[in-house]
């Protein structure tokens, strides 16, 4: 890819993950932002590697975890990226310092994309309050109880939140992190949220 054509060229982007995670979601996403020239970061839980599942229950491969929670910052990252998996997001969301990671992105009005299950972390951080956003379809209610827009659409862009909803949405899902990342703050980010 020639240098006008990788917008994301000096962004650092973390991509928040657990064990359970989604491998496609993992692997195309992170992909997609490395290709458009961002350096990715895999932050988890725990220091070592994370088990990534096929289906949530077929176990995938394993990668290397570059931070854990604990040893991140927020600020020096210019973007957050969310993949899901049914166990992933719901052990992320168990843990304050995970949490606390990504509610400080919306606080910095920095982008974030979250696939699938992943928005489950924008439930818990209180981030889908006032925006419409998308999601696997079991996630509608808890979406819509935490004051979100819950909408079936492919992919749902909200000042620099970008959503989708499963495996099959990822070539949409990706397009449009590339295009939120490489637009960079999002002043309304936080007075949504």
């Known amino acids: ?64 975890v570059d931070r854990t929670v604990n ?32 509610r400080a992105f919306f606080e910095q009005q920095k982008p974030v994309a979250a696939i699938c299950h992943g928005p489950w972390s924008l439930v818990e951080t209180g981030m889908v309050n006032g925006r419409t956003v998308t999601s696997f379809p079991s996630l509608r209610t808890d979406i819509r109880n935490a004051g979100g827009n819950w909408v079936d659409q492919q992919v749902q862009v909200d000042n620099g939140l970008v959503t989708s909803r499963s495996p099959s949405d990822l070539p949409a899902f990706c397009a449009k992190m590339v295009e939120e990342f490489a637009e960079g703050r999002h002043v309304r980010q936080m007075a949504t949220a």
């Open 1 to 64: 890819m020639a240098q006008s054509q990788q917008p994301l060229t000096g962004k650092r982007v973390a991509c928040l993950a657990a064990d359970g995670v989604e491998d496609v979601e993992y692997t195309q996403s992170r992909a997609a932002a490395e290709q458009a020239g961002a350096e990715v970061h895999l932050i988890s839980l725990n220091s070592g590697e994370i088990q990534s599942m096929n289906q949530d229950i077929n176990p995938a491969n394993r990668y290397r």
């Open 71 to 102: 040893e991140a910052n927020a600020a020096d990252y210019d973007a957050l990226l969310l993949p899901g998996g049914t166990v992933n997001p719901d052990r992320l969301r168990m843990n304050p310092q995970a949490m606390d990671f990504v």
